[in-house]
């Protein structure tokens, strides 16, 4: 299949530039679009064709539902048996925008679209191209991460090239998505809500709107632990996964940059390519390890830094490329240094920990 790619010029962006990919969406084509938090894979969501086009491109379990994207809070009421009052609260507060939330579906939305779950998934986003292509486009437009299942999502239309290319109708390439986290995704169908994945939207900002509302056990585990199942299918899956075995070094920072030379010395010393993911603070500290890197007969190094600590956004934003940048090096054996887990820190440990499959070393 042939693969359009669509560069918009977000400075000038007018619903004509969109009217094609509208045009395919209509037609049970699939688009690739960004969003704020992540480019989405889009199709027509009442077209249950489209939504089984959408798993069969992604290489996606059909048993993982999809978020369903509108452009007004009025267009979900065709998609809900009911909108509760505290679903208008939520959207009053933080939509468009990165907060998805679960409700009960109406008969309007195909099984297949929400993975054979009697609940769907709704998110406005506020990227202006995913609102101009939804309201053109005149229906909701079903959406996951423009990823091939088990990679990270796709911050930049290059990554969406390289994972989907010649299996989708479009790419519209907007550039860089500002979060480069998923949405936060919130349960309202349960007593108390549950938060099913950390994101921008963080547990304390959510409570001032819901003051009870809990995380989903398996948002907190730390370890892998079968006996603890995620509520939302997707979040049960490896996700995020680099292709090299991911170690992530936690505690007192001088000690993880410490253990983490250590462990790169001996995997370079093997003959091994190696990735260290850093933060702008503990960067310079690697340097040494260059200089092995330099010898003979000796591995390759590849140093990633994310950004400053304190600039937690600018982390999140960074995460995902990251991961893709140590696939692209081939490297064997990656070491990432932990961050701190309140705000932000929550979900972009989360996906860092799920990308490690929980293989975390406190030193
Ligand atoms: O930021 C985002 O949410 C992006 C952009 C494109 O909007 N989309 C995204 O979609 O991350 P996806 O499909 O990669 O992740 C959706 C998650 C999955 O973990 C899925 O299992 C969960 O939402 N989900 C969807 N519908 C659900 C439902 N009815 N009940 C529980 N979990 C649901
Ligand atoms: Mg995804």
Redesign the pocket.
């Known amino acids: 299949m042939e693969t359009i790619l669509k560069k918009i010029d977000m400075s000038c962006l007018s619903s004509g530039d969109l009217r094609e990919a509208a045009e395919f969406i209509r037609q049970g084509k699939l688009v690739a679009f960004p ?1 704020e ?4 894979l889009g199709g027509n969501a009442y077209d249950s064709t489209a939504s089984a086009r959408i798993y069969a491109a992604k290489g996606r379990p059909s048993d ?4 369903v ?1 509108i452009s007004e809070f009025s267009e979900i009421e065709p998609l809900v048996k009911e909108v509760p009052d505290v679903a208008r609260a939520l959207a009053d507060r933080f939509w468009p925008g ?1 907060l ?1 939330m ?1 409700l009960e579906k109406s008969e309007r939305i195909p099984k297949e679209t ?1 993975g054979g ?1 009697d ?3 709704i ?1 406005m ?1 506020s990227h202006p191209i995913a609102n101009m292509l939804i309201k053109e486009a005149g229906v909701p437009i079903a ?3 423009a990823n091939a299942s088990g990679r990270p ?1 796709t911050t930049k239309a290059e990554h969406v090239i390289e994972d989907l290319s010649g299996r989708i109708d479009m790419i519209i390439d907007g550039g860089s998505s500002d979060i480069g986290l ?2 936060t ?1 919130v ?1 309202l169908t349960v007593n108390p809500a549950l938060i ?2 950390p994101g921008y939207i963080t547990i304390e900002m959510l409570r001032e709107v819901i003051p009870d509302i809990e995380y989903d056990k398996a948002v907190l585990k730390r370890m892998k632990d079968d006996t603890i199942v995620a ?5 049960k899956y490896r996700h995020y996964a680099p292709k090299g075995e991911l170690t992530i070094y936690e505690g007192d920072m001088s000690r993880v940059s410490q253990a983490i030379r250590a462990s790169a010395e001996e995997m370079l010393k093997a003959g091994h390519t190696v990735g260290i993911l850093t933060s702008d603070e503990l960067l310079g500290s690697y340097e040494d390890l260059r200089a092995i890197n330099l010898k003979e007969k000796t591995g390759t190094l590849y140093i990633k830094d994310i950004g400053s600590r304190d600039n937690e956004a600018e982390i999140a934003a960074g995460l995902f490329d990251a991961l893709r940048y140590f696939d692209e090096v081939k490297a064997e054996y990656i070491y990432a240094e932990s961050f701190t887990e309140g705000g932000i820190g929550q979900a972009i440990m989360n996906r860092l920990m799920k990308a490690a499959g929980y293989h975390i070393v406190t030193v």
């Open positions: 969003t938090t992540v480019y989405g993982n539902p999809l978020i994207h990165p998805t679960i929400t779950l609940t769907v998934a998110r986003p959406a996951p991460s999502s998923e949405s995704i349960d099913l994945r509520k939302a299918p997707g979040m």
